[in-house]
């Protein structure tokens, strides 16, 4: 369980050695960018730019369908709510609108059975916000697989530090993100030790009714939670015999952008910001 939670995958890909920060604002623009393309041209272009730098990175395939699968099927149920209709006649009566019907704008709605029928610009319209919605999550897997922990929380601050200059505690707000991705799975190893533990003491967690295993529950949950607080006071100790909260902070590594990286993340910035004002 905690080994599903990490999803960075180490490599020496290009994408892999890309910095961070290039990385998270690429993913903005396209984020933003994608919702802004109405076209099916548009959207392949996006997408062809996605299944690049899933190539380039070169990211397991199955892993990837195994975490989109979940809301793939949210997905899809959004899609048959979008393509079938129990009122055809009223639905043709009224029209629907064409964008980015592609092919099957003007179509109009087949009945298959009474009023129970198929709705063809329905169809390509919410197979429409699928892929965009999917482009954005696999975008963001690509930028999860390829990049560690510490890299993007030290792109985060990066990119925040410009809010210094109103006060705002960006070293703070980048330690809280960073040990919050952290005990993710830190939880997660804590919660299989307690259960395997318990399990060895004749626990029975997974047998009777649903209350009587979340009362059973209740010797898994108290030890979690303070073992977990164990590991906040180790944490905290540690944190401030390294002086933590000091008024000038560094780094051990300052990261830098080459001459190559801010060519590439100029030219994908413009892709994507034409393709989303043009397409």
């Avoid at 890309?18 to 993913?27: C, G, I, P, S």
């Avoid at 916000?129 to 792109?155: C, K, N």
């Avoid at 003491?201 to 209740?218: D, N």
Wanted: overall charge positive.
């Amino acid at each position: 369980m905690a080994a599903s939670l990490r999803i960075y995958i180490q490599g020496d890909t290009p994408i892999h050695r890309a910095d961070a920060r290039v990385k998270l604002v690429l993913l903005l623009l396209l984020s933003v960018g994608v919702f802004f393309v109405d076209t099916w041209r548009g959207l392949g272009v996006y997408s062809l730019a996605v299944a690049a730098v899933v190539v380039a990175g070169r990211m397991p395939l199955a892993r990837l369908g195994a975490l989109s699968l979940p809301l793939v099927v949210l997905l899809a149920f959004i899609w048959v709510c979008n393509a079938f209709t129990f009122d055809v006649g009223s639905l043709a009566e009224s029209g629907i609108g064409g964008v980015s019907a592609g092919f099957a704008e003007g179509w109009q709605p087949v009945s298959l059975a009474g009023t129970f029928g198929f709705v063809p610009q329905g169809c390509m319209f919410a197979l429409f916000y699928a892929v965009r919605i999917l482009l954005i999550l696999w975008a963001s897997f690509a930028v999860s697989f390829t990049t560690s922990v510490e890299a993007l929380t030290g792109a985060f601050a990066s990119l925040m530090r410009p809010l210094r200059a109103i006060r705002v505690p960006v070293d703070d707000v980048a330690t809280m993100l960073s040990l919050a991705v952290r005990f993710i799975p830190l939880t997660a190893e804590e919660l299989a030790l307690v259960r395997s533990a318990q399990t060895a003491r004749g626990a029975r967690l997974e047998s009777g009714s649903i209350w009587q295993r979340l009362f059973a529950y209740r010797t898994v949950f108290i030890p979690l939670v303070v073992r977990l607080f164990r590991r906040a006071d180790t944490l905290s100790v540690s944190m401030v015999a390294r002086c933590y909260g000091c008024a000038q902070r560094t780094s051990l590594e300052e990261p830098h952008v080459c001459l190559r990286q801010a060519v590439v993340f100029l030219a994908c910035s413009a892709l994507l910001v034409v393709v989303a004002c043009i397409l």
